[in-house]
């Protein structure tokens, strides 16, 4: 059973705080994605990466940076989080390919900064 | 650019009655269509997916989509909702040669007894 595992379901950081949320996957999945669910906006892509060390930014990068290191594993960091950043935060995986592929998603952490 | 429009963003309907969500997109390229539910505290999952060939698909629970190019429009139907249908749809489209997914705002669907 394919599986995207994300470090915490619910978190709650102060303003200024660096935070790091955690994505893995087992699928051997080059493709990884950080998107923010708010209601009435759906899902905003905010960073992806194709591969090991590569990152591309999405629609919204502003606040936010990545790291993949590892295959398996895709970090999203708010370099100094405020409260404009509370949200759901969801990770997903595809396979490689051109946009035939769906996405695996991981549970969500919710995010709230006070 | 791709979008992608849901209609309705909240629908109630009574267990066992039909239902449509309506999704409709614009891309001046083709495109890979897609619906994913996500139920309560959960990630979204995918439900079913036009990729090319017969414009209907169907899932395994029971719901359909069909893909009609000329009204760009891919909504999804089920002709008999069970309360566990509760959640929240989305229409989602890619494009060949894309890396990205682009979502539409969601449709909550909430079924009564």
């Known amino acids: 059973d394919v599986k995207v595992t994300q470090s915490s379901r619910y978190l709650v950081k102060r303003t200024g705080e660096k935070v790091f949320l955690e994505c893995v996957q087992d699928m051997d999945h080059e493709n990884m994605f950080w998107y923010r669910q708010d209601p009435g906006l759906g899902l905003r892509l905010i960073y992806f990466s194709y591969d090991v060390k590569m990152k591309e930014k999405g629609d919204i990068p502003e606040g936010y940076s990545v790291s993949r290191e590892k295959k398996e594993r895709f970090s999203l960091i708010l370099e100094s989080a405020s409260t404009n950043q509370t949200s759901m935060y969801l990770c997903?995986?595809?396979?490689?390919?051109?946009?035939?592929?769906?996405?695996?998603f991981g549970p969500g952490t919710r995010l709230t900064v006070t | 650019a791709q979008s992608v429009t849901q209609l309705d963003s909240q629908v109630p309907v009574f267990e066992e009655a039909p239902v449509e969500l309506r999704c409709n997109y614009s891309s001046s390229v083709s495109v890979y269509l897609f619906w994913y539910v996500q139920y309560p505290n959960q990630g979204l999952q995918l439900l079913l997916k036009?990729?090319?060939?017969?414009?209907l698909v169907e899932s395994i629970n029971g719901f359909e989509a069909e893909f009609n190019k000329s009204q760009t429009s891919f909504h999804l139907r089920k002709p008999s909702v069970h309360i566990s249908d509760t959640a929240e749809y989305f229409c989602?489209?890619?494009?060949?040669?894309?890396?990205?997914?682009?979502f539409g705002a969601g449709t909550r669907l909430f079924v009564k007894a």
């Open positions: 989602a489209v890619s494009v060949t040669g894309g890396f990205k997914t682009i």
């Open positions: 997903a995986s595809s396979p490689p390919g051109t946009g035939v592929y769906e996405q695996y």
């Open positions: 036009y990729l090319s060939g017969s414009t």
